[in-house]
């Protein structure tokens, strides 16, 4: 099961420590933004910190950070949020809150499991600020560029267009699933390689984030150089491993 969202988050631990002065009403273990509002992957708003009391807007209250929060319990059972240990956490639509996967617009790692009762958060301070799930294959074009694809299944297959066609557009692929969940495979046009990094490249060869290594949040950043034969796609970042077809 994936980790469920719960309200009372009880502080076990908090480092990080400073006053916030609130721009909207929060309780404790709430996702903040810098300006003190609740933090929103929908309304632009990343995580900067963790509410560590509850307030009002206008209310200065002490905010962390980082924190080890967990779900309460009851008297005779430790509390489940239904997450694995090392499960991701990322930024969620519902304000203030945690989503077990990530979400378009914002993607941003906020923290992970520690086991089925226990988490921590700790917003990043680097995000994705346009990004789009994908969780069926999808062939990529020009209105791709710019945007963060999120692989959020398993085996999808994303398809490059002939680069003849696309000179100087840009993609990046990330895999926004759980450690060893997710195989990614990048697909060239028939003609095209996939080159750098210490890759010559074939044509026709796929590029793969092989799912018993994958990483969340691996990534490959490419762009093409749009020659009319035999088109190359250059690697310009590359973040985890990622294999040549055979």
């Known amino acids: 099961m994936a980790y469920t969202d719960f309200s009372h988050k009880t502080i076990r631990h908090s480092w990080g420590r400073f006053t916030i002065t609130l721009g909207a009403a929060c309780a404790k273990g709430d996702l903040l933004a ?7 992957a929908n309304a632009n708003k990343p995580a900067y910190c963790v509410a560590l009391q509850p307030g009002a807007s206008g209310d200065k209250i002490q905010a962390a950070k980082g924190v080890e929060a967990a ?4 008297m005779t059972a430790a509390g489940d949020h239904s ?4 499960d991701v ?24 499991c520690l086991d089925t009762e226990r988490i921590v958060l700790e917003p990043a301070e680097a995000y994705d600020p346009r990004a ?10 020009e209105q791709d560029a710019g945007k963060q694809m999120y692989l959020t299944a398993d085996a999808v297959v994303i398809t490059l267009p002939a680069g003849s066609a696309a000179p100087g557009l840009n993609f990046v692929i990330v895999n926004g699933m759980n450690d060893g969940a997710c195989l990614v495979t990048v697909s060239p046009a028939a003609a095209d390689k996939i080159t750098g990094n210490d890759r010559a490249g074939v044509n026709n060869k796929d590029v793969l984030n092989t799912k018993a290594t994958a990483r969340c ?3 490959i950043e490419i762009i093409s150089d749009g020659v009319a034969t035999n088109a190359k796609w250059y690697v310009t970042k590359e973040v985890g491993t990622w294999a040549a077809e055979a």
Not at 83 to 86: E, F, K, L, Q, S
Not at 89 to 112: D, E, F, M, R, Y
Not at 132 to 141: N, R
């Open 34 to 40: 810098r300006d003190g509002t609740l933090a929103d």
């Open 89 to 112: 956490l990322w930024l969620s639509a519902t304000a203030g809150g945690v989503s077990a996967t990530p979400v378009a617009n914002i993607a941003q790692k906020v923290g992970v």
């Open 132 to 141: 789009e799930l994908v969780a069926a294959a999808k062939t990529l074009d």
């Open 217 to 219: 949040g691996d990534r």
């Open 71 to 74: 779900k309460p319990g009851t």
């Open 83 to 86: 997450g694995v240990a090392d």
